[in-house]
């Protein structure tokens, strides 16, 4: 069975700097994904990776992926306020499409 | 592109009551997810449908718990009867990829619906 470990669960950042949030997974995951939330908001798709040292950016926002070390980074460049939120990474097993989240990581990103 | 739709967005019950929850895919999207999300954790799937079939109720709690999507487009999830621990946030996502294609999937997700149970 498929489990999903994100940490840290609570980040608390200044403006400008860098930090990752990690994910491991227990076994072999077809795809992992990124996504965020904001408070009383949907989840939104952030990345979606398919194979081992898949490397996406889009902004500020880094995601990569090492299935030998069944493991997923999301590194944040630079942050800024806008990106305080909860990201959550999951993934899915069997080719069922079945995601399975780890508990989230809270970002708050401080002036 | 209008984007998944669910209602209504908040429900307070007291235990023993029954409640529903409805949800509008994406047009065109043949695959409806229903997650159930505690405060503090991440989404857990309840159930997945493939137009309106069932693919995965593993994690559905029969006993209280039941889905259906009619005509493969809309769906209900229904409740009956609350327990205290069912207080949460459910969430509906569709996608266009259907199960076992291999192909990359991205969900897209509703806004939800918190439930208390008082």
């Known amino acids: 069975e498929l489990k999903v470990e994100q940490n840290p669960l609570f980040l608390s950042m200044q403006e400008g700097k860098n930090y990752t949030i990690y994910c491991n997974y227990s076994?072999?995951?077809?795809?992992l994904y990124w996504y965020r939330q904001d408070p009383g908001k949907s989840l939104e798709s952030l990345f979606v990776?398919?194979?081992?040292?898949a490397v996406k950016q889009e902004g500020r926002l880094m995601a990569s992926l090492d299935t030998k070390a069944r493991l997923s980074t999301l590194h944040i460049t630079a942050a800024v306020h806008d990106l305080s939120a909860t990201y959550f990474c999951a993934g899915s097993q069997g080719g069922s499409e079945k995601l399975v989240f780890g508990k989230g990581t809270k970002l708050t990103v401080n002036p | 592109e209008a984007g998944v739709a669910q209602s209504p967005r908040y429900k307070i019950i007291e235990k023993r009551q029954s409640v529903a929850f409805w949800c509008n895919p994406i047009?065109?999207?043949?695959?409806l997810y229903w997650y159930q999300q505690i405060l503090g954790q991440g989404p857990k799937l309840l159930i997945q449908?493939?137009?309106?079939?069932?693919?995965?109720d593993s994690q559905l709690p029969k006993d209280r718990f039941s889905a259906e999507r009619l005509k493969g487009v809309d769906s209900t999830l229904k409740i009956q009867p609350a327990k205290l621990e069912d207080s949460a946030v459910y969430l509906c996502?569709?996608?266009?990829?259907?199960?076992?294609?291999?192909?990359?999937?991205?969900?897209?997700f509703g806004a939800g619906t918190r439930l208390s149970v008082l």
């Open positions: 047009s065109g999207h043949a695959t």
């Open positions: 076994t072999t995951s077809d795809r």
């Open positions: 990776l398919l194979s081992n040292g």
């Open positions: 996502a569709s996608s266009s990829t259907s199960p076992y294609s291999g192909s990359k999937n991205i969900q897209y």
């Open positions: 449908f493939q137009n309106n079939g069932v693919v995965d």
